[in-house]
């Protein structure tokens, strides 16, 4: 009589081979279970790789900063302003080249940027975060016009600057929308009031991000991202030498 | 696990911790006027001050070399000097950090370089950490020409982004200061 020995490697089937039913159920369970993990897999390396790359923005050819804001002075087509993360830039050769508006407190978040349409050498620039600023002398000294409150304190986000004739000003906000009839000095809700908030939507993109807890925080999110991707292809790796590779005989 | 934990707590204090002016409580007096001037000029045999109010012409000349308004009309500087030699220059300045201003002084050598940052007076509960020497010593050398910005040529404190911001644009403004009252002339 031959003895069969058994080899001591346990193999799974890919292909369910048992005639056994609960057997071939658990096979067949164990099969799906194997594709339904590389399908993940290749999920979470899209997603890992992905966030990497537009938290570098720079790496896919876009430009780092982001425009947020243009406009253009109405009686100077030359004259351009543009609105970035880290400031307020500016260009007098219509584009060509750009210089950062000098001013002592950089215009962080530069969302929306207004001439005055009686006297354009008066310039509002709505930081959403920080409030809104203006020139009175065609961007060389700027000035910080009170709002009444703080955004950043109060979590809530300037959006947009509307500058009507006579220095009227309406600023829209994640909160509402606010006026002034006087180039600043009073502000008033139009119809609901500015309603300060949490501004959850701002707080989960952050985590998401990873600038919530520094800036330089999302270069951790980078080295886990990249630890995502080296696991998904280092386990993906081992998973195809157990099922294809040469095995040992025993 | 822990590590989860942690950061869950983290956020979680951060969200919930709901961000309103602080009252006097949080107000603490690190250095009097006193207790600054001595930080700064430790040597001095003769310690002085003025009232420096600018002309409209150094008025603008500050502020378009600043490119911001100046709201004060004018500023106390104190003036030291050991044996006939001028050891520079400081002023007491407030910056608006989140809701309230923090009181420091700037020391400007007679170069025109910064020569020391003191945190004098903090009123609030977070952000404090800007006091730290640590901190502070990264303004010592600069010039009115440096752009003393965050993430430029100065590394920010998380969770104090607007002290320093604060702190940032108050040294760059008494240097811009003491140089156009005083080094322009020589």
């Known amino acids: 009589m031959n003895a069969h020995k058994k080899p001591h490697l346990k193999t799974i089937p890919l292909h369910p081979t048992s005639q056994n039913p609960k057997r071939r159920v658990m096979e ?39 425009t947020l804001s243009f406009a253009v002075n109405p009686l100077d087509t030359q004259h351009l302003y543009r ?48 409030g809104l600023i203006c020139s009175t002398d065609g961007g060389i000294v700027w000035e910080q016009i009170p709002l009444g409150f703080i955004p950043l304190a109060e979590g809530v986000h300037l959006q947009r600057i509307g500058v009507g004739a006579n220095k009227s000003l309406h600023l829209w906000t994640s ?43 999302v270069y951790v999110y980078d080295v886990a991202a990249w630890g995502i991707v080296i696991l998904s292809f280092s386990g993906l790796l081992i998973w195809w030498r157990i099922q294809f590779g040469k095995r040992r005989k025993p | 696990m822990s590590l989860f934990v942690l950061l869950t707590y983290f956020v979680a204090s951060q ?4 961000q309103s002016p602080d009252g006097p409580e949080a107000t603490t007096v690190y250095l009097t006027q006193e207790q600054a001037l001595q930080n700064a000029f430790p040597e001095a045999d003769t310690l002085w001050s003025e009232i420096w109010t600018p002309t409209p012409s150094q008025r603008k000349t500050v502020e378009r070399r600043l490119g911001w308004r100046l709201a004060e009309p004018n500023f106390e500087i104190f003036q030291a000097s050991l044996k006939e030699q001028h050891l520079g220059y ?17 020391k400007v050598d007679s170069t025109g370089q910064n020569d020391g940052v003191w945190i004098m007076v903090y009123r609030e509960s977070r952000g404090g950490e800007v006091k730290r020497q640590r901190f502070l010593t990264q303004y010592k050398g600069k010039k009115p020409t440096n752009p003393i910005r965050l993430n430029r040529d100065i590394i920010g404190v998380t969770g104090a982004t607007l002290s320093v911001r604060a702190l940032n644009g108050g040294v760059k403004r008494i240097l811009t200061v003491i140089d156009v009252a005083y080094l322009q002339k020589q």
């Open chain 2, 90 to 106: 400081a002023v007491i300045t407030e910056q608006i950090g989140l809701y309230k201003p923090i009181t420091f002084m700037v």
């Open chain 1, 83 to 130: 609105g970035t993360r880290s400031g307020l830039f500016a260009s007098d050769d219509g584009g060509q080249s750009w210089y950062e508006v000098p001013m002592l407190f950089a215009a962080e978040n530069a969302v929306d940027i207004a001439f005055a349409p009686d006297n354009p050498e008066h310039v509002y620039v709505a930081l959403e975060d920080l």
């Open chain 1, 28 to 66: 067949i369970y164990r099969k799906l279970h194997r594709y339904i993990g590389i399908g993940t897999l290749v999920f979470l390396i899209i997603l890992a790789l992905s966030g990497f790359l537009l938290n570098h923005p720079s790496l896919l050819g876009a430009p780092s900063e982001r």
């Open chain 1, 175 to 217: 909160g509402g929308l606010i006026s002034s009839p006087d180039g600043g000095t009073t502000w008033t809700s139009v119809g609901t009031p500015v309603q300060p908030g949490k501004d959850l939507y701002t707080l989960i993109h952050q985590i998401h991000t990873g600038y919530f807890f520094a800036d330089w925080f």
């Open chain 2, 15 to 18: 969200a919930i911790g709901a």
